[in-house]
């Protein structure tokens, strides 16, 4: 029992990946393409590049810039560093969107929060294309992640399998390892049913 109690707290110290992250669904949906995002995000060593821009939905796979959300004023905070998102297309603006407007510019190496944005609050907001599809927005899927000294933005565009975080690796490990310890104790103790086949 003291062997058990003891894995149980080493599972629960395995460090998890940030809670503070944003991470931007784009899938083909039927006939449209639907751009999902949702998290929060540590500002912390990033600088102003502007603010009071008229922010809103669309995607520029030239510049690497993907935003969701409803239009309004936007602050642009540069230091982030990320990967192309896929081939020359020019600005789609969406068909429809709700909630925050936030997004990333690989072009500028910059994050697009609200203009009233305080590091670290949770986010959320959808945009909708109608009519279209992944490459027809100049998207090619994967999984592309851009950085900052203090944060991730995730943009999974296309299927993409989510991974597990390691503290979710700890406990798919640790109930496997209980098991075997449990079917163990049994076999030793002489009580081990085994059922046959007919």
């Given at each position: 029992m003291k062997r058990i109690l003891a894995a149980i707290f080493a599972v629960a110290a395995v460090p998890t990946s940030a809670e503070a992250a944003i991470t931007i669904n784009i899938d083909q949906i039927g006939t449209s393409v639907v751009a999902t995002g949702s998290g929060s995000f540590n500002t912390t060593g990033l600088t102003t590049f502007s603010t009071g821009n008229q922010g809103g939905s669309f995607i520029n796979a030239a510049a690497g810039v993907v935003s969701v959300g409803t239009a309004a004023p936007i602050k642009i905070l540069t230091g982030l560093s990320g990967p192309i998102l896929g081939y020359l297309q020019g600005p789609i603006f969406a068909s429809s969107?709700?909630?925050?407007?936030?997004?990333?510019?690989?072009?500028?190496?910059?994050?697009?929060?609200?203009?009233?944005?305080?590091?670290?609050?949770?986010?959320?907001?959808?945009?909708?294309?109608?009519?279209?599809?992944?490459?027809?927005?100049?998207?090619?899927?994967g999984q592309y992640i851009f950085r900052s000294s203090g944060d991730t933005v995730t943009l999974n565009i296309g299927a993409i399998s989510a991974v597990p975080e390691p503290a979710t690796w700890a406990m798919m490990l640790?109930?496997?390892?209980?098991?075997?310890?449990?079917?163990?104790?049994?076999?030793?103790?002489?009580?081990?049913?085994?059922?046959?086949?007919?």
């Amino acid at each position: 029992m003291k062997r058990i109690l003891a894995a149980i707290f080493a599972v629960a110290a395995v460090p998890t990946s940030a809670e503070a992250a944003i991470t931007i669904n784009i899938d083909q949906i039927g006939t449209s393409v639907v751009a999902t995002g949702s998290g929060s995000f540590n500002t912390t060593g990033l600088t102003t590049f502007s603010t009071g821009n008229q922010g809103g939905s669309f995607i520029n796979a030239a510049a690497g810039v993907v935003s969701v959300g409803t239009a309004a004023p936007i602050k642009i905070l540069t230091g982030l560093s990320g990967p192309i998102l896929g081939y020359l297309q020019g600005p789609i603006f969406a068909s429809s969107a709700a909630g925050d407007t936030f997004g990333v510019s690989q072009n500028l190496g910059a994050i697009y929060l609200p203009v009233s944005y305080q590091s670290n609050a949770a986010l959320s907001g959808t945009s909708t294309y109608l009519n279209t599809s992944l490459s027809a927005l100049g998207l090619r899927a994967g999984q592309y992640i851009f950085r900052s000294s203090g944060d991730t933005v995730t943009l999974n565009i296309g299927a993409i399998s989510a991974v597990p975080e390691p503290a979710t690796w700890a406990m798919m490990l640790f109930g496997m390892g209980a098991v075997g310890f449990a079917m163990r104790r049994r076999i030793k103790g002489g009580t081990m049913t085994v059922a046959r086949m007919a």
